[in-house]
T-cell receptor
Framework: SQQGEEDPQALSIQEGENATMNCSYK?????LQWYRQNSGRGLVHLIL?????REKHSGRLRVTLDTSKKSSSLLITASRAADTASYFC????????????FGQGTELSVKP | DTAVSQTPKYLVTQMGNDKSIKCEQN?????MYWYKQDSKKFLKIMFS???????INETVPNRFSPKSPDKAHLNLHINSLELGDSAVYFC????????????FGPGTRLTVT
């Protein structure tokens, strides 16, 4: 069954604005990851946050994790047109044979 | 240098045919995967292999048979293709167990007519 649900499903912003995407999941996890997928391409790993971490930064990306609410958010600051892509959260559950379960993704469009 | 490569990039075939997709990673990773992405962009794991051994078979029809000749290669063979098999298939690899930061290939878009 699908683990993650992402919100919003689609987001359209202007260059320079911040973009926030949210992800909720159902079961306990070992870590949560965010991936980017440009149109017609493979997925690119952006950031991993472990279940005992609350916040992580990488360049213009900020990820938070709230295990009590089973939710995570990805913030992209000062967005650029090149950030236009689909963004997926994925949860890792080691005791199920080591699975990575993806949410349905958020389609981000950054207009120049 | 390409980290995870797949061939072919596009595959168009008729129902009932048998086809294979090849995957190679040059990262020295121990674990490799096949994922299927449907038309709504939903990604689901199909198989995972660790050092040539099957770890996960996620209730995939037995028409799908993965083969790992060595830990750098994981190929996917599909028998008796059906319309519902049309999707994008992604190969991936990771150094550690699933969820340690997967590297994905560019995908193979399979269209069954």
């Amino acid at each position: 069954s699908q683990q993650g649900e992402e919100d919003p499903q689609a987001l359209s912003i202007q260059e320079g604005e911040n973009a926030t995407m949210n992800c909720s999941y159902k079961t306990s996890i070992n870590n949560l990851q965010w991936y980017r997928q440009n149109s017609g391409r493979g997925l690119v790993h952006l950031i991993l946050i472990r279940s005992n971490e609350r916040e992580k930064h990488s360049g213009r990306l900020r990820v938070t994790l709230d295990t009590s609410k089973k939710s995570s958010s990805l913030l992209i600051t000062a967005s650029r047109a090149a950030d236009t892509a689909s963004y997926f959260c994925a949860t890792a559950i080691y005791n199920q044979g080591g699975k990575l379960i993806f949410g349905q993704g958020t389609e981000l469009s950054v207009k120049p | 240098d390409t980290a995870v490569s797949q061939t072919p990039k596009y595959l168009v075939t008729q129902m009932g045919n048998d086809k294979s997709i090849k995957c190679e990673q040059n990262l020295g990773h121990d674990t490799m995967y096949w994922y299927k992405q449907d038309s709504k962009k939903f990604l689901k794991i199909m198989f995972s292999y660790n050092n040539k051994e099957l770890i996960i078979n996620e209730t995939v029809p037995n028409r799908f048979s993965p083969k790992s000749p060595d830990k750098a290669h994981l190929n996917l063979h599909i028998n008796s293709l059906e319309l519902g098999d049309s999707a994008v298939y992604f190969c991936a690899s990771s150094h550690g167990p699933a969820g340690s930061g997967e590297y994905f290939g560019p995908g193979t878009r399979l269209t069954v007519t």
